[in-house]
Structure formats: structure tokens, C-alpha cells
């Protein structure tokens, strides 16, 4: 069964810093892997999508992942953070009925 | 196009009350599933429905709960004699087939 695992909680980063956020999954067949942000008291917004080809998707807002097989991961970066980041990470792999969320990472954006 | 609808944001019920949570899918998607959201954890999947049928409703508590996606108007998810456990965020979204879409939830308060 597929899983993912989001192993930060809460991540802090100054603004203008860089970011990298964990992403590992566990998936019988070649993934679908999707990052999603939530601002407080929102919805989750797609922020990208892996379904096959080039390993590194970019998203919106600036953000970017990079699909290891090898690792079985799917970490989102951003080189340079605004404040206006700060929300609720979510990875997911799987679709449809088969989708599968990690727990978040929240961050934290210091000014 | 308008993106999913959930209606209403924000709802208050005493224990032992009925909660009718309605969603809109985005216009042209057949899919609908109901994610539950606790504080301070991820997404959990509750249940997946096509116009007229329950297509798995393996995430669904076995009692109280129920939804529907009549083939006209809105996917409605029902709780019946709520408990304050069932204070949560509940999320709606809509998929063609893969990609999945959200709504900005309806946050279930249970006093």
C-alpha cells in the first residue's frame, strides 16, 4: 500500500533564505507525487505535479521538486522564500481513490 | 471556471445534531472525494463517489456517516448525532481522472 512520509513537522526559515522540504513515499508502480500548499483556513492549492518524464517539476509561485527513484523521494525546494510562504505543506502520492497524503510540514517564515 | 464549492465554510452543531456538508465539483469533473482533516494531521480520505454511486468509501466511519452524488446537484456529506470528535475540517475535491482539485473545506465545529 502506498504511504508517504513528511519526516519535518515545522520547518523555520528566514525570508530570502533557501528551502527543502521532505517528501519520501513508499508505491508499488511508478509514482504520481503532488506537493499542495494550505494558508490558514484555506483549501490545499496544487503547487506541482509528477506523472512521468523530466525529474525535476517546476510549480507555481516559484517552487520547484525533484522525483529520486533511488531515494524514493520528493523534496520541494524553493532558492529563495518569501514571507508570504509561510502556510502547510503537503506531499501526496497516488491518485484518485488512491491518493495519499503525508501529515504537513508547516512553515515558519522569520523575517 | 469556477473551482470546487464547498457551502458552508463554517458550521456549528450541538452534539446529537445533523451535519449536511454540500460540494459543487469543478465543471466537467465526474469524480468527487471527501477528505477529513484533524488538527494538527494530514488529510485522510473518507470517501470516493461518481454521479450516483459510492465508488469506495473505505476511509468512512461505519456509523453516522454517510454521502451522496445525486445526479442532480451538489455531493453532500451527512453526519448524523455528532459527537465533538467530529470537529474537523472537511475538504471536498474533484478530479477528471488524476490530478484532484480542492475546495476550501467546511470547518465543523461540534459544541
Known amino acids: 500500500a502506498q504511504s508517504v512520509t513528511q519526516p519535518d513537522i515545522h520547518i523555520t526559515v528566514s525570508e530570502g533564505a533557501s528551502l527543502e522540504l521532505r517528501c519520501n513515499y513508499s508505491?508499488?508502480?511508478?509514482?504520481?507525487l503532488f506537493w499542495y500548499v494550505q494558508s490558514p483556513g484555506q483549501g490545499l492549492q496544487l503547487l506541482l505535479k509528477y506523472f512521468s518524464g523530466d525529474t525535476l517539476v517546476q510549480g507555481i509561485k516559484g517552487f520547484e521538486a525533484e522525483f529520486k527513484r533511488s531515494q524514493s523521494s520528493f523534496n520541494l525546494r524553493k532558492p529563495s522564500v518569501h514571507w508570504s510562504d509561510a502556510a502547510e505543506y503537503f506531499c501526496?502520492?497516488?491518485?484518485?481513490?488512491?491518493?495519499?497524503f503525508g501529515a504537513g510540514t508547516r512553515l515558519t517564515v522569520k523575517p | 471556471n469556477a473551482g470546487v464549492m464547498q457551502n458552508p465554510r463554517h458550521l456549528v452543531r450541538r452534539r446529537g445534531q445533523e451535519a449536511r456538508l454540500r460540494c459543487s465539483p469543478m465543471?466537467?469533473?465526474?469524480?468527487v472525494y471527501w477528505y477529513r482533516q484533524l488538527p494538527e494531521e494530514g488529510l485522510k480520505f473518507m470517501v470516493y463517489l461518481q454521479k450516483e454511486n459510492i465508488i469506495d468509501e473505505s476511509g468512512m466511519p461505519k456509523e453516522r456517516f454517510s454521502a451522496e452524488f445525486p445526479k442532480e446537484g451538489p455531493s453532500i456529506l451527512r453526519i448524523q448525532q455528532v459527537v465533538r470528535g467530529d470537529s474537523a475540517a472537511y475538504f471536498c475535491?474533484?478530479?477528471?481522472?488524476?490530478?484532484?482539485?480542492f475546495g476550501e473545506g467546511s470547518w465543523l465545529t461540534v459544541v
Open positions: 465543471k466537467g469533473h465526474s469524480h
Open positions: 508505491y508499488g508502480a511508478t509514482p504520481y
Open positions: 475535491a474533484s478530479s477528471p481522472g488524476g490530478t484532484i482539485y
Open positions: 501526496a502520492v497516488g491518485a484518485n481513490r488512491n491518493m495519499r
